[in-house]
């Protein structure tokens, strides 16, 4: 006997051949939508079970959907088989009565209201869930990052030039801004810069010997103690956000080991984390081809390439990979599409299966090698005859030829033919009169 398998919000249904409810299975009030959830996946209780196995008879035939009949398949003495679309439509539609029928709900009206509240706590697990994927994390830190570390260094650009008003020599040997925001909370004032010290925060004595010289011999302007103390400050700033960028690289680095170990080993962390927060997360790198993959975050080259006709990119953040940026000119599309392809197995491996694979950068390494080995030399450039035409053409005015070039009246022929002239106009017409009269012209 063929028997239905509802699946509904309120609970399990089960339908004779006439599709009458001839038994019930309601789900607790209190996880209700946590039960819809696990059941329509295939997740079948011990309670469930047990009340199938009730009744349903030896050879019976059961109907549902594929995803519910998956977590079926210990029911050896019954036969299985998928709903078709028209009935799954139909008990959609007649869900309220099917409802009422079995006993669940008393009206359409309480299974209505009582659906609505278990929809409202259906959206709150799946936000829920949705946020408490691990790969967010890694997204939200290497933004962060890229944040702090634009901000760090727009606040020491500003450090290194107001501190250039009273030491302009010590910004011109010193580049690092960190170094620099050391320097000025120690010394303050460039009075206090001695070789001694320097050595000691591990400067040479050479190059100690030349700060404290330009120091004494500073073209500088005297500061007030109020401006060095304002410049202090800003110092302090500067080294609180660089110390706050490098634990937030530390933690890129610890989420993106455990959320997508092969693509770290691929990319590296940072990298890695900057592709996945491109893509929208990790399932959706998994599923991009390699050649998108290779081309993100170069979408406005690429759509200008396409209106334009220009060479598309290469390259987008993948630019930022040490063999990429590193390798000749010649060689940085074929290493960009070789990273891209690893990179795209080791986000699917990542996503999918979880567990790191060694083999993915030894034969990146391998393909790798062979590029250098194989294209050592430039290319002689070959371009398309039309392509570069295309790309060569200049907007100037045109030239004048040289007398010698320039065609006489008699070779130019009809193109300076005699033009027939209008009729002259009647001059002996009155065609204006005095100011204000109007003027007649019959």
Known sequence: ??????????????????????????????????????????????????????????????????????????????????????????????????????GIVVSPE??????????????????????????????????????????????????????????????????????????????????????????????????????????????????????????????????????????????VEKTMREVAPNLTEVAGATIGARLIAKAGGLRRLSIMPASTIQILGAEKALYRALKSGARPPKHGILFQHAAVHSAPKWQRGKVARSVAGKLAIAARIDSFRGSKDESIMNSLQLRLDEIREKYKEAPRESRPREFAAKRDRRFEPRQRPPPEQRRSREDRGHRDRERPRPPPANRSQKRFGKPGQRHDRS
């Open 1 to 102: 006997m063929k028997k239905f398998l509802i699946v509904s919000e309120l609970g399990l249904l089960l339908l004779d051949d006439r599709k009458l409810p001839t038994a019930r299975f309601s789900f607790p009030k209190e996880a209700r939508a946590k039960t819809f959830l696990d059941a329509s996946s295939g997740v079948i209780s011990p309670e469930e079970r047990a009340w199938l196995n009730e009744n349903l008879k030896p050879g019976d035939v059961l109907v549902s959907e594929p995803s519910v009949l998956q977590g079926l398949k210990e029911l050896a003495s019954v036969e299985t088989q998928a709903i078709s679309e028209p009935d799954q439509r139909e008990f959609r539609k007649n869900q309220l009565s099917l409802l009422v029928q079995s």
């Open 110 to 251: 309480e299974a209505e209201e009582a659906i609505r509240d278990v929809s409202v706590e259906l959206s709150s697990l799946r936000i829920k869930e949705m946020s408490s994927n691990p790969d967010l994390q890694a997204m939200e830190s290497v933004q962060a990052l890229d944040e702090v570390d634009k901000t760090a260094n727009i606040l020491s650009s500003r450090l290194r030039e107001w501190y250039g008003l009273h030491f302009p020599e010590l910004t011109s040997m010193v580049d690092d801004n960190i170094s620099l925001a050391k320097l000025i909370l120690n010394f303050k004032s460039r009075e206090n810069y001695e070789a001694g010290l320097l050595e000691q925060m591990g400067y040479s004595k050479a190059k100690s010997s030349a700060i404290e010289t330009a120091a004494k011999n500073s073209r500088g302007a005297n500061l007030r103690e109020e401006d060095l103390a304002r410049i202090t400050q800003l110092a302090e700033e500067a080294q609180r956000l660089f110390s706050l960028r490098d634990k937030l690289a530390s933690h």
